[in-house]
């Protein structure tokens, strides 16, 4: 049984840093793509982050440099660390795995950045 778990979520003020967790169970993690993605109320899931299977990054507003992913293949674990929160990063944030034809999320967690 496939499970991503994302842990990491919470209220956090502006300008603060977050680190989210996902932990991926039931898959071949080393050869699966991993992403980051958030929906906000009344906004499709948008996708925030991604590393591929060969360490490869692509993260939103990159000139920016707010966002960063990683994973630990020895733990089965990707991470985002989100730096410099803004309200507008206000969203659940869901882990995805990706593979051919097999796709797969989580439950999503929660940020709320709010003075």
């Known amino acids: 049984q496939v499970q991503l778990v994302e842990s990491g979520g919470g209220l956090v003020q502006p300008g603060g840093s977050l680190r989210l967790s996902c932990a991926a169970s039931?898959?071949?993690?080393?050869?699966?793509?991993m992403a980051w993605y958030r929906q906000a109320p009344g906004n499709q899931r948008e996708l925030v982050a991604m590393?591929?299977?060969?360490?490869?990054?692509n993260e939103k507003d990159s000139e920016k440099g707010r966002f960063t992913i990683s994973r630990d293949v020895a733990k089965n674990v990707v991470f985002l660390q989100i730096d410099s929160l803004e309200r507008e990063d206000t969203a659940v944030y869901y882990c995805?795995?990706?593979?051919?034809?097999?796709?797969?999320w989580g439950r999503g967690t929660q940020v709320t950045v709010s003075s």
């Open positions: 995805n795995a990706h593979y051919g034809v097999n796709n797969y």
């Open positions: 039931g898959i071949s993690f080393r050869i699966y793509n």
């Open positions: 590393i591929g299977n060969t360490g490869i990054t």
